[in-house]
């Protein structure tokens, strides 16, 4: 279990063991020792919290989906969100519950996803939902598709700020912030400052000294968030008297294990 909370941590301790057919082999905060413990244990299951005081909780969930895929990922969260929604879609999570949620509803999270499922709470669902309906979200008048955020760093990067100077102004950590960066890179195909802010120019993020010629980049592959909500609009299961998106990605090829499952 990863939660800055340790009281929040505690209790949830307490309540899977209740369960009896799960032991959780750690509980710890979301900073470095946090991967270690994924490092030593190697859990079947991570269940975490994204709102962090430090703002580390997001990196740390794509540091965990990159360097274990195979461990299963359940978001336990106070932060719903449209926008943390839909990072963790991007991130590969196999589930994501508000921690309004129901303790039958959370067992049942937990159940479906250590056994291979995927189960995002009724809450998250309507998100999800909003997600699908508002396609502005993922810029309609851009050929690549970034979110929200990104489009929003990417502003503030044709404006000529630095890294540190948008961390500060977004109030989020410089790695959090070089990770929207490389990720707008790497969707757009373009590198350099002064392509970036020409693409920002020709989508209407900043105004545009004069016209030039449109540029157009390499890379132009299926966005993961883009990926996840086709597959999931298309296939929905229900889970305990409730439908649950199914999301398309990295939960697909993780196996099952018999037994007891370690969170």
């Known amino acids: 279990m990863i939660d800055d909370h340790l009281v929040v941590s505690g209790l949830v301790e307490n309540f899977i063991s209740?369960?009896?057919?799960?032991?959780?082999?750690?509980?710890?905060?979301?900073?470095?020792?946090?991967?270690?413990?994924?490092?030593?244990?190697?859990?079947?299951?991570?269940?975490?919290?994204?709102?962090?005081?430090?703002?580390?909780?997001?990196?740390?969930l794509c540091q965990i989906r990159q360097s274990h895929p195979d461990?299963?990922?359940?978001?336990?969260?106070?932060?719903?969100?449209?926008?943390?929604?839909?990072?963790?879609?991007?991130?590969?999570?196999?589930?994501?519950?508000?921690?309004?949620?129901?303790?039958?509803?959370?067992?049942?999270?937990?159940?479906?996803?250590?056994?291979?499922g995927i189960y995002f709470s009724s809450l998250i669902n309507a998100i999800i939902v909003k997600i699908l309906q508002n396609?502005?979200?993922?810029?309609?008048?851009?050929?690549?598709?970034?979110?929200?955020?990104?489009?929003?760093?990417?502003?503030?990067?044709?404006?000529?700020?630095?890294?540190k100077e948008i961390a500060a102004s977004l109030g989020i950590?410089?790695?959090t912030v070089a990770n929207h960066r490389a990720k707008i890179r790497r969707k757009t195909g373009l590198r350099g400052a002064i392509q970036l802010s020409r693409y920002a120019e020709q989508i209407g993020l900043v105004p545009?000294?004069?016209?030039?010629?449109?540029?157009?980049g390499e890379g132009k592959g299926e966005n993961p968030v883009t990926h996840a909500l086709h597959w999931y609009s298309g296939h929905q299961a229900s889970t305990n008297e409730a439908e649950n998106p199914a999301v398309a990605g990295h939960a697909a090829t993780c196996p099952d294990?018999?037994?007891h499952y370690r969170t």
């Open 18 to 60: 209740s369960l009896g057919n799960y032991a959780v082999v750690a509980r710890v905060v979301a900073d470095a020792a946090a991967l270690e413990a994924v490092e030593r244990h190697n859990p079947h299951l991570v269940i975490m919290e994204l709102s962090s005081p430090t703002n580390s909780a997001p990196d740390l």
């Open 71 to 116: 461990t299963r990922v359940l978001i336990f969260s106070g932060d719903c969100s449209l926008e943390t929604v839909r990072f963790a879609l991007e991130a590969g999570v196999h589930g994501y519950v508000s921690k309004t949620a129901s303790f039958s509803e959370f067992q049942q999270a937990i159940k479906t996803i250590a056994e291979g």
């Open 135 to 163: 396609r502005i979200d993922f810029d309609s008048r851009s050929p690549f598709p970034l979110s929200q955020r990104e489009l929003g760093i990417l502003r503030l990067m044709a404006s000529g700020l630095s890294t």
């Open 173 to 175: 950590s410089p790695f």
């Open 208 to 216: 545009a000294p004069s016209a030039g010629p449109k540029l157009s």
């Open 257 to 259: 294990r018999a037994g």
